[in-house]
């Protein structure tokens, strides 16, 4: 089913990310992880894509047959871009299709000094349209709140946004943000900007110290004073900051779901006993709304 569709149908969706381990042995932690998930019934679950070498492909294609065939949620395939030719997605493009996968998230990539860029795509946008012309996949575009770390101001984010929308991206899914205003206020932004296609907010529960610097490098999202505050207080507690920053994340999850956004996406970094205490956190809510 493409998401699109069911976004018509039911106004808003329920969704995680997950990504392709790098062992066989870890494959078991995989399936303890969708075991849960997959008791919120949700509307599709995202799969990563490793940029560079057919082994990520693979990988990427055999855990996104998994959540199809075995747990009967549609998949969503990351695709990055820079690094591959016409050709190559092309390759790529039909083996999805014969495996029934049809719904793809289209991402430039980040840039690797080790793995040479193509010429064939530069941007998301162009990797949209490229697909868009020959096939029928249900596409999605990435989104930042706050920002990509490369944009130069707010006016040419909205316009690189667009670009996206209209090359044919049918929804847009969210970088990690910790602060519900900005979410919104970037909603109404896209409005404003003709983008009315929905727009999916992506909440990670930070349960890390290290990890909440990491994030922030990598996205340039910004902590809230309340949530710097959590930080300070628990940081050199492991179980402390743990139950603190899964329940900061659950009572995001709560303001966004009763202010009737178009979805909710969590990026569960595979860890069962994080996607076990949000779906304990909301499951009630979810049969609302």
């Known amino acids: 089913m493409l998401i699109s569709d069911i976004h018509k149908e039911r106004g808003k969706s329920l969704s995680f990310e997950i990504f392709p381990p790098k062992k066989d042995e870890q494959l078991k932690n995989i399936d303890e992880t969708l075991s849960v998930l997959c008791e919120l019934e949700p509307d599709f679950i995202s799969v990563t894509f490793g940029a560079g070498g057919s082994s990520n492909c693979n990988r990427t294609i055999e855990l996104a047959k998994k959540i199809k065939n075995e747990y009967h949620v549609e998949p969503v395939v990351h695709l990055t871009c820079l690094g591959y030719s016409k050709g190559e997605i092309d390759e790529f493009s039909k083996v999805l299709k014969a495996e029934g996968i049809n719904n793809i998230l289209a991402l430039r990539g980040d840039k690797n000094p080790n793995l040479e860029p193509k010429d064939d795509f530069k941007h998301a946008s162009d990797l949209i349209s490229y697909l868009k012309k020959d096939h029928d996949f249900c596409m999605a575009g990435a989104c930042y709140p706050e920002c990509h770390p490369e944009s130069d101001n707010r006016v ?134």
């Open 156 to 289: 040419n984010e909205m316009r690189n946004l667009k670009k996206k929308v209209d090359a044919g991206a049918e929804f847009l899914l969210s970088q990690l943000f910790f602060d519900n205003d900005k979410f919104y206020r970037f909603v109404d932004d896209c409005r404003i900007a003709g983008i009315n296609v929905p727009v999916i907010p992506g909440i990670m529960p930070v349960i890390k110290a290290e990890q909440i610097k990491k994030m922030i490098t990598m996205c340039g999202a910004s902590l809230p004073e309340k949530f710097q505050k959590i930080i300070s207080k628990y940081e050199n507690s492991t179980e402390a900051l743990f139950d603190a920053g899964m329940s900061y994340a659950i009572s995001q999850i709560i303001d966004l779901m009763t202010n009737d956004i178009d979805g909710i996406h969590l990026y569960t970094m595979n860890n069962p006993v994080v996607a076990r205490r949000i779906c304990d956190g909301i499951k009630n809510l979810r049969r609302v709304n």
